[in-house]
């Protein structure tokens, strides 16, 4: 390899002059047409980070919660979780590299984190079911080749599905083995174990009607659920074979507009979910018998897992350190039932799992879930450890009952990424354990009305802010005006923060009734709309 060849092939995939982009929640996202570039130089960051790390890196292509017409790349690092924050700044600075600076610019990435040249490197590269993916992920594998480096083409999968593989490669398999059929084995073996613990269905519905988003997560989904047998019933919809991706379906859709899908029929107290665009998130949802429509997000998952975690670990005897990490958009209801009811503690970090993943790494067991259903579980090694040793030993039946249904509950859950599969699957084995329905997990505490709203502005990063986003910096002004917005309401919160994937400034307010809920994000809305920039029409009232 020498960097003379790799600006060469370049041409291939060459920069258009002055564009820049910048990195964002999760990695670098927008129309597929601009990205071709920016894949076959995420191919060589992926390829110096191997190198870096002596270990596989992952490289996922896709918008996920996005329109079909966008497309974006995620790196995933060697234990399958996100890119680490310091290598953000390269990979922008590689993407936006001007073809006569490439070289440059990877020499001194080399340099900074001495990266020794000569080491052998592996990609693991996957991608959705955009029409623009598969190129793309070959742009991604032009750049790797380029480097000389090695790869393995996953073709399609979910993003957890690659995070997974990821994790697997660099723990010698010892996370599972390193396929998408390791994954179902590894996945359906634990969830199988788990659901057996339960005497019966009890009112459990068995059957989960699924919103595969016209995406990755529909397939990967059917292909899974020869291996579920007839302990879950799966019945798909928006499963590809006819709608367009994300396109008045998906996670992001009912959850922003709380309400179901599009086309479909909802029976009172029939059992819901929609997975996003690439299968990282999951909401779950239904209609009452009034015909009235309860969602039940992430921070309602996160307050099922941590409550039925917390009980094992009262069963068993074991005082690990459980915490909770949510983001400003949470329920202001969730947080006060886990820290006042539960007495867990909780955490508020930024937006983008990266942040809430790192958060719960500090505790012995980190439950981590943004409202938009993104989120996992982690054991620390020494709270895997205890509860491995503890589900080996001769105890009391009940106890070692519970115990080896925290050892299924750690195989169940992807702890490598927020994932809508493992996740649908462990509040499945939960809901029967528990003998739940989704009514009486949504009853556990009631959300404060809320509402999001989007706006556009000219430059979106003239807004910046504080306090794990709750508060406005800049511009100037808007702070002081949500503070005198904010108290015109009952049980009022709102803040703004400019969106890492979208072209956007995301507002959310809460509030006592869903009309003043309603109508202080519409004036925050204006607020945006007035002192950063706003474009095209001022939002109108809802
Ligand atoms: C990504 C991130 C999430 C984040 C979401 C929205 O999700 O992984 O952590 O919540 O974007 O981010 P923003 O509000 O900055 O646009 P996904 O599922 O789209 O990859």
Redesign the pocket.
């Known amino acids: 390899m020498d960097f003379a060849t790799i600006v060469k092939l370049s041409a291939q995939h060459a920069k258009p002059a002055g564009l820049i982009l910048q990195y964002?929640?999760?990695g670098f996202r927008t129309k597929a047409e601009h990205l071709d570039h920016v894949m076959y130089r995420m191919g060589l960051l992926a390829v110096l980070r191997s190198k870096q790390t002596t270990s596989t890196i992952g490289v996922m292509v896709t918008?996920?919660?996005?329109p079909e017409e966008d497309n974006g790349v995620?790196l995933v690092d060697p234990l399958g979780e996100m890119l680490a924050a310091a290598w953000e700044e390269y990979a922008t600075s590689l993407a936006n590299a001007e073809e006569q600076d490439l070289a440059t610019v990877l020499r001194d990435i080399s340099q900074k984190e001495s990266v020794s040249l000569q080491q052998d490197a592996f990609v693991a590269v996957g991608r959705d079911t955009r029409p623009s993916s598969e190129n793309l992920s070959q742009a991604v594998i032009d750049g790797v080749t380029a480097f000389g480096a090695q790869y393995h083409d996953y073709g399609l999968v979910t993003?957890p599905q690659l995070h997974y593989i990821v994790c697997c490669r660099n723990t010698k398999e010892q996370y599972g083995t390193s396929t998408v059929k390791g994954y179902y084995q590894k996945l359906s073996k634990a969830f199988t174990e788990l659901r057996k613990q339960a005497s019966s269905y009890g009112d459990s519905p068995r059957v989960v009607k699924v919103d595969g988003a016209n995406g990755i997560g529909a397939l990967k989904l059917k292909e899974m659920q020869p291996y579920l047998q007839k302990e879950c019933l799966i019945e798909l919809f928006h499963d590809g074979t006819t709608g367009k991706l994300n396109c008045a379906c998906g996670a992001?859709f009912v959850k922003v507009q709380q309400k179901p899908p599009r086309g479909i029929k909802m029976q009172p107290n029939e059992k819901f979910c929609s997975f996003?665009g690439?299968a990282?998130?999951i909401v779950y949802y239904y209609v009452d018998s009034s015909s009235q429509f309860h969602l039940l997000d992430g921070d309602k998952i996160a307050t099922l897992i941590s409550t039925f975690i917390k009980e094992l670990l009262v069963k068993v005897g074991l005082s690990l350190k459980m915490a909770v990490i949510q983001?400003a958009y949470a329920n202001g209801s969730s947080t006060r039932y886990l820290e006042e009811t539960m007495k867990v503690p909780v955490y508020c970090t930024k937006?983008?799992?990266k942040h809430l993943h790192h958060k719960a790494q500090e505790s012995d067991i980190g439950v981590y879930f943004?409202a938009?259903g993104?989120g996992t579980v982690l054991f620390s090694k020494t709270a895997e450890e205890t509860i491995r040793q503890l589900a080996k030993r001769e105890m009391d039946a009940e106890k070692k009952k519970a115990a080896k249904m925290l050892e299924n509950t750690i195989d169940l859950i992807n702890q490598t990424v927020g994932d809508a599969i493992s996740d649908m699957l462990i509040i499945e084995a939960i809901l029967v354990l528990k003998k739940l329905t989704v009514q009486q997990w949504d009853a556990v505490y009631t959300d404060l009305p809320n509402r999001q709203l989007k706006v556009k502005v000219a430059d979106r990063r003239v807004i910046d802010t504080t306090d794990a986003e709750r508060r406005v910096v800049t511009p100037p002004g808007l702070q002081e005006n949500i503070d005198e917005l904010v108290k015109k309401y009952r049980l009022s919160r709102a803040f703004v923060?400019p969106?890492?994937?979208?072209d956007v400034v995301?507002v959310y307010a809460e509030a006592d009734t869903q009309g003043n809920a309603d109508a202080l994000a519409h004036e925050v809305s204006l607020a945006v709309f007035h002192l950063a920039g706003g474009i095209g029409e001022p939002p109108k009232p809802l």
């Open positions: 964002g929640t999760a918008a996920s919660h996005n995620k993003t992001d996003d690439d990282d998130r983001t937006t983008g799992v943004e938009n993104h923060r969106s890492g994937t979208e995301r």
